[in-house]
Every structure is written in C-alpha cells, then in structure tokens.
C-alpha cells in the first residue's frame, strides 16, 4: 500500500521551542490530516487540509498542504509541556479509494519545562 | 457528548476463538472505520465504511471482517485469530471521509 514517511521520529525541546515535523509520500493525497495522541487515548483530529498549497492554523499550531499533493508539516510554536504525545500526519485517497487513510509512523514529542 | 465507544477495552482469548469487537457513534456520521495500532508501525486502516451497506478494505483487511448494517455501529469480527492480530485497535467516525473522532481503544491479546 501507500506510505507515508514522517519525520522526525522523535524530537526532545524545551518548553517555549518551536517544533516543526512533516510528512512525505511518493502518492499524492487529495487530504491531509494531523492528529495528536496521548498515552492510553485514541488520536485527536488537530488539523485537516483540502487543497494544495493550503496553510490553515489552529492555535498555536499551523499545517501546510504541500503544492505536489505529496507532502504537509505541521508548526507547533512556543510549545508548553501539555503538547507532549504523539503526533501523526494521515493522507486520504480520492478516486476509486475515497475514504482510504494512510498514516505515517509518528513523531514523539517530548517538552522539558 | 459526542463519542465513539468501544467494547471490549481489553481482551485475552487464544488462537482460533471467534470474537467480536463493537464500535458505536452517536453523531450521526456517515463515515467509520478501524485502525490497527503496532508499536514502529503507526496506525494502519483495516477497514472503512462510508455509509450503510458500503464497507472497503483499508491497508491491512486480512484476517478481519466488518458489517455497516445501521449507521452507528461498525463492529470488527474476527472469525479465526492469530497471535499476529495482537495488537491495540481503534474505531473512528467522522463526516465526509475523514475520521474526527476516535474510540479509546481495544488492547487484544492472542496467545
């Protein structure tokens, strides 16, 4: 199937850094989509993007569709200790496989106060 | 509140055992699906619904069976496990085809 390649794997900051992560794929993806995953919970939906080039925030945090369709990242700015977790990007198909999700293999977030 | 309730939250059982794991939204939405979550690998779809009586196979659809038979619920069967089914697993729904939310998951162990 699809991949997509994220990265970084995992990052360690300190509290007030930006954060920058993204994802990278050889398929192109009509959505993208950013979630958030605390231990022991299911993902949180941050972000969804719909058109290439799209740069859409929310809070301190800001995503962009890359303009091949192929590529998103996610800005996480001033980052505090509660954005700790995991964050994963996710790509839809359209076509014949509308509604198939692609995840990538996360980032791991860790903020020293 | 919205939400997407799974059961079981945690379950043991051995090789071959039929078991059934339930997924129910009260939203509405149209769209539900189900993910398999392994350490190294992230999340990788099994299966998606988007409607009544439209279900198609996601990334990794061997061994696993769904139903849409009403909106709310989307249950994942599987007829015969094996121990490469241990794994964390969550159901989402969401409108359109994206899914906004998530279940807590279910932890399956297969011996």
């Known amino acids: 199937g699809q991949q997509l390649n994220q990265s970084p794997q995992s990052m360690f900051i300190q509290e007030g850094e930006d954060v920058s992560m993204n994802c990278t794929s050889s398929?192109?993806?009509?959505?993208w989509l950013w979630y958030k995953q605390d231990p022991g919970e299911g993902p949180v939906l941050l972000i969804a993007?719909?058109?290439?080039?799209e740069l859409t925030s929310n809070g301190r945090l800001t995503a962009q569709f890359g303009i091949t369709r192929k590529d998103s990242f996610l800005n996480i700015s001033a980052s505090i200790p509660s954005d700790v977790g995991i964050y994963f990007c996710a790509g839809l198909t359209g076509g014949t496989s509308y509604g198939k999700l692609t995840f990538g293999q996360g980032t791991i977030l860790t903020v020293h106060p | 509140e919205a939400q997407v309730t799974q059961n079981p939250r945690y379950l043991i059982t051995v090789t071959g055992k039929k078991l059934t794991v339930t997924c129910s939204q009260n939203m509405n939405h149209e769209y539900m699906s189900w993910y398999r979550q392994d350490p190294g690998l992230g999340l990788r779809q099994i299966y998606y619904s988007m409607n009544v009586e439209v279900t198609d196979k996601g990334d990794v659809p061997e061994g696993y069976k769904v139903s849409r038979k009403e909106k709310r619920n989307f249950p994942l069967i599987l007829e015969s496990p094996s121990p490469n089914q241990t794994s964390l697993y969550f159901c989402a729904s969401g409108r359109g085809q994206q899914p906004q939310h998530f279940g807590d998951g279910t932890r399956l162990s297969i011996l």
């Open positions: 993007l719909y058109k290439a080039g």
């Open positions: 398929s192109i993806f009509n959505t």
